[in-house]
């Protein structure tokens, strides 16, 4: 017998991935327009959990308005004989792949950021109650986390009532967080993958390193760890280490050959600290997206929560895009805010010392794990809104990727005075020498670095020669 028949939509593996549009959806909850959102799991003593009892704080799913976002918290309280604390992150993260579970119903991100959508037709259907949720996922704990005991649910939507307990789910997300830092890649022999959010983008595996989060933010090493021994088929497995490739990139055999498997050959060799090359996947549920700024050499960031355009004119959503879907995009690499107080942050690439612009919001998150001699030098949207005023704002800080700018600069072209000059019969000859050539074609700007063109033949005409035709 179906454990979910008083469910008035069907419930299964199925339905993970599926996305609500705008137009089909019933009501919003949370997302990039509500500001305090949260879902949280808490270990509480045997005594202090009801087994199956689900509340609802404020309004219902029936008594919100049809196309409004709503504000939401989830507090899922779980107890048992041999469950600590050190599994709310666990406990926590499946949120998503359950919620993912109902037909009608999509989940994206985590923690602090959650987004999610009801469809017209599930509501239509009778999926009209959080308390047809809160079955879900008591019965999904339940039955696939046999260590946890007793479980109550609770959601909030009344908005003064989030606001009192969004701090203390923040605190307690920053605490479990400073418990994983300090614990260092080369000191452990095996890392841990999540495959939770393939349901989303195939190709991607997410890679959990002590001195790496995974994208979403929501799972530490010691979570991985966790969530591996209680559940060895579950969605987070061991990663064995393997050989150290190149220990500078962040390549390592055991993560190359995970990749490949997981991935069905998709991927099959992945960088951990640099952006470029073979830099790990992107999923979709990623708190916040490194993006590459070729006209100054450097590195943008911007969360999902950041409203407007960045430095280079584009939106979140647009950025996000171009490096979702489990893909290896050069230069854009969706990653945890917590990645950004490590000391592996994109260390190949010149880790903090090759930041350009970061949202005032996460510069003053993670402003303590800034470099003294750059915090300065690290632009906001308070300090430039466009290409030009980040020029200007890093050179007059001084920003260490000026001096990359100096050592880059070479003649762009040298030319003999001739207006035609050919090459000798059957040989090419170098015409043009540069650090860095931008081209732009098909609407894209293609930087070419240390470049060195060779031709036949090089014919130079003046404007004036052009416009007399």
């Known amino acids: 017998m179906s454990m979910f028949k008083d469910i008035p939509v069907e419930v299964g593996v199925i339905y993970e991935g599926e996305r609500i549009r705008r137009n089909d959806m019933q009501v919003e909850l949370g997302g990039p327009t509500v500001k305090e959102k949260f879902e949280l799991a808490k270990v509480l003593p045997m005594d202090a959990v009801e087994d ?47 919620l993912n579970y109902i037909e009608g119903f999509m989940h994206l991100n985590q923690r602090y950021d959650v ?8 509501f239509q259907k009778g999926m009209n109650s959080f308390e047809y949720i809160g079955k879900v996922l008591y019965r999904l704990f339940k039955s696939e986390l046999p260590i946890i005991e007793k479980v109550q649910i609770t959601f909030i939507t009344d908005p003064a009532k989030i606001s009192a307990m969004y701090p203390a789910a923040v ?25 939770l959010c393939q349901s989303f983008a195939p190709s991607h595996v997410c890679v959990i390193t002590p001195q790496r989060y995974s994208n979403c933010g929501a799972i530490s090493w010691f979570d991985g760890k966790a969530s591996a021994s209680i559940d060895p088929k579950g969605p987070v497995f061991a990663i064995p280490r393997g050989e150290i490739i190149n220990a500078e990139k962040g390549e390592f055999s055991g993560v190359n050959e ?38 100054v050499d450097g ?36 990653m945890s805010i917590e990645y950004m107080r490590s000391k592996k942050f994109f260390a190949a690439d010149g880790g903090w010392n090759r930041v350009v612009w970061v949202p005032k919001e ?48 070479a003649p762009a072209v040298e030319t003999a005075a001739a207006e ?26 293609i930087i070419l670095k240390d470049a060195k063109i060779y031709a036949n033949k090089v014919i130079i005409k003046t404007v004036k020669d052009e416009k007399a035709k």
């Open 52 to 98: 199956g009892k689900i509340t609802i704080i404020g309004p219902d799913l029936k008594d919100l308005k049809e196309g409004g976002a709503y504000p939401l918290g989830i507090l899922v309280e779980a107890a048992g004989k041999t469950l600590d604390a050190g599994l709310e992150g666990v406990i926590e993260r499946r949120i998503h792949g359950y």
């Open 115 to 122: 987004w999610m959508r009801l469809g017209k037709k599930s």
């Open 171 to 195: 605190a307690d997300y920053e605490a479990r967080d400073s418990k994983a830092r300090g614990l260092k890649d080369s000191e452990v022999d095996t890392f841990y993958g999540c495959a």
């Open 258 to 295: 995970a990749a490949k498997k997981r991935t069905m050959g998709e991927v099959t060799q992945v960088w951990l600290y640099t952006a470029f090359d073979h830099p790990h996947t992107s999923c979709g549920c990623f708190e916040a997206v490194t993006f590459y700024i070729p006209e």
């Open 299 to 334: 590195f943008g960031v911007v969360n999902r929560s950041f409203k407007g355009a960045t430095v280079n004119g584009l939106p979140f959503s647009t950025i996000a895009d171009s490096a979702a879907g489990g893909r290896q995009i050069d230069g854009f690499h969706g």
């Open 362 to 409: 996460v510069k003053e998150r993670v402003k303590e794990f800034i470099p003294a001699d750059v915090v300065d030098k690290v632009a906001t949207e308070e300090d430039a809104t466009n290409i030009e005023a980040l020029k200007t704002f890093l050179k007059a800080k001084n920003h260490p990727v000026v001096a990359r700018w100096e050592a880059e600069t």
């Open 420 to 445: 035609e000059t050919v090459a000798a019969e059957g040989q090419m000859m170098p015409v043009m020498t540069a650090a860095s050539l931008p081209i732009m074609a098909g609407g894209f700007k």
